[in-house]
């Protein structure tokens, strides 16, 4: 069952170009989604001039060969791997959701375009779409900062809530219309689809794209000196900041007072 394709099955009902033409509309869609974000709420324009901000303030020039490495680094880390979570689970729940979801879409456009009858494809499509529902529940249920810190109840829907909610009615629906078949399933599973990728405008699916950019500008800032246009602190154990700042001796001294766990008192149950 999870290793043939199910779009095979609705070759009398649905012709594959009429699937093909389906795919390459939600690309449109996601397309054009982003650049009408982009210009809606001026990013491409933020983050132009806050590089031009970075650059008159920045102390140093940056090599090629640093800008590449800040490249790989933003890749493999606020990319890839999603280090900038600092709690397990929610970093967990986002790789399982993010990677689940490329080889959901993936497998998708190989089965459809490249007629996969059976095999390796339609088993990494069932397992994408079972990766973002684990990660997605996961996170929906145990992890959403609203729910565990401020007590609102799990059903609470707001706008921000659009992309998650439709992506867990894609792959959930899709789950259930592979193993269960019908047309019912079918449908639902094409509209939470549609829904996913027409409502980029509304919905937090484009900050995907802008992510990798805002963190590897953040990377270059911390190269060049420039720091994002904040003051240089500088190195609060130094001699010479704490005798530019009297009170620094005071609260750090050479052996600090111990204070108490502070907010790691407990357990954080939020982001």
Same mark, same amino acid.
Not at 197 to 205: A, D, I, Y
């Given at each position: 069952m999870f290793t043939a394709n199910p779009f095979t099955d609705l070759a009398d009902l649905i012709t594959p170009a009429m699937m093909q033409v389906y795919v390459v509309a939600m690309f449109i869609a996601v397309a054009a989604g982003t650049i009408i974000d982009v210009i809606h709420k001026k990013s491409a324009k933020y983050f132009s001039e806050n590089a031009k901000k970075a650059q008159q303030a920045a102390r140093r020039t940056v090599s090629g060969g640093?800008?590449?490495g800040a490249a790989i680094s933003t890749i493999t880390n606020e990319v890839l791997t999603s280090s900038e979570f600092a709690n397990p689970q929610r970093r967990m729940s986002h790789l399982m959701t993010m990677w689940g979801f490329i080889l959901f879409v993936v497998s998708t456009v190989v089965?459809? /375009?490249?007629g996969v009858e059976s095999g390796i494809w339609p088993l990494l499509w069932h397992i994408g779409a079972l990766s973002v529902c684990v990660g997605g529940y996961w996170f929906w249920f145990f992890i959403r900062c609203d729910v565990n810190s401020e007590g609102h109840p799990w059903y609470k829907l707001v706008r921000a809530d659009l992309f998650i909610v439709s992506l867990l009615m894609t792959t959930t629906f899709a789950l259930l219309w592979s193993i269960l078949g019908g047309?019912?399933?079918f449908a639902i599973f094409i509209l939470a689809s549609t829904v996913l990728?027409?409502?980029?405008?509304?919905?937090? /699916?484009a900050h995907m794209f802008f992510k990798p950019a805002a963190a590897y500008q953040k990377k270059i800032t911390k190269l060049d000196g420039s720091q994002e246009n904040l003051p240089d602190v500088g190195d609060l154990s130094d001699p010479s900041i704490q005798a530019r700042y009297p009170d620094i001796p005071e609260y750090m001294g050479t052996s600090p007072e111990y204070m108490g766990l502070g907010i790691k008192r407990e357990a954080p149950n939020h982001y």
């Open positions: 640093e800008k590449m089965m459809i /375009f490249g047309i019912l399933l990728f027409t409502t980029v405008l509304w919905s937090k /699916f």
